[in-house]
């Protein structure tokens, strides 16, 4: 299965920008980047994915490597409440559509 | 998307008993994914449940001990059997949810389970 690499904590501070970086070199053609975040006492929400081309929402941005093997959320503005762990997966059709989650990067938002 | 009940949200269970949690959607879905996650810890796939067929269970992970039910195209259940305190965990269910350029997963909200 395609495992992804993320670094185990970040820490931002509160209305400036935050860059989460994941690697994910055994990608293969088929999947999907996918990142979710989950707060507290509560299951993953799903933040945003993307394919191949940079992807934009209203909650995040995802800027994907040219080679795919790397991609990095950016939430453009951090408020406290952006504070959760942030997890990087990939899921298409690489071990039959299974969504495998890594160990995920825990977000810490200084006021 | 789609919106996922699960329930119990907790339970303390004595050990040797067994515990079935419940997922209902709102929609229909083809594939459902229970995960289990232990106090700090990512969630650990245990098994892909799709209706009409048998579940496939990811390695450490058996059907004796999680068996699961997916009768219907809304609905499924993970019961967790003969329980021990090692089973103690969060467990959630998941669907993937395709519609137009949108693919991604829901998740429920999670079965907190303490075996003593």
């Known amino acids: 299965d395609a495992k992804t690499t993320q670094p185990n904590s970040m820490e931002s501070n509160e209305e400036e920008p935050v860059h989460l970086p994941c690697n994910h070199s055994?990608?293969?053609?088929?999947?999907?980047i996918h990142w979710y975040r989950q707060l507290p006492s509560q299951g993953p929400e799903y933040v945003i994915h993307?394919?191949?081309s940079n992807v934009n929402n209203r909650m995040a941005s995802l800027a994907i490597a040219e080679d795919r093997k790397s991609s990095t959320l950016i939430l453009h503005r951090a408020t406290l409440r952006d504070a959760a762990v942030y997890y990087c997966?990939?899921?298409?059709?690489?071990?039959?559509?299974?969504?495998?989650f890594g160990a995920g990067t825990r977000l810490f938002v200084k006021a | 998307s789609a919106v996922i009940s699960q329930k119990p949200s907790r339970d303390i269970c004595q050990r040797g008993t067994s515990l079935t949690i419940q997922c209902q959607v709102d929609?229909?879905?083809?594939?459902m994914f229970w995960y289990r996650q232990q106090p700090g810890q990512s969630l650990t796939l245990i098994a892909t449940?799709?209706?009409?067929?048998?579940?496939?269970?990811e390695s450490g992970f058996v059907i004796d001990k999680f068996p699961i039910s997916r009768p219907n195209l809304t609905f499924s259940t993970l019961t967790v059997s003969n329980m021990s305190p090692e089973d103690s965990s969060i467990y959630l269910c998941?669907?993937?949810?395709?519609?137009?350029?949108?693919?991604?997963?829901?998740f429920g909200s999670g079965t907190r389970l303490t075996v003593v």
């Open positions: 998941s669907v993937e949810i395709r519609a137009g350029n949108m693919y991604g997963y829901t």
């Open positions: 055994t990608i293969s053609g088929t999947d999907y």
């Open positions: 993307g394919l191949t």
């Open positions: 997966i990939l899921s298409g059709y690489t071990g039959g559509f299974k969504t495998i």
């Open positions: 929609s229909q879905v083809t594939m």
């Open positions: 449940a799709n209706q009409g067929s048998e579940a496939t269970y």
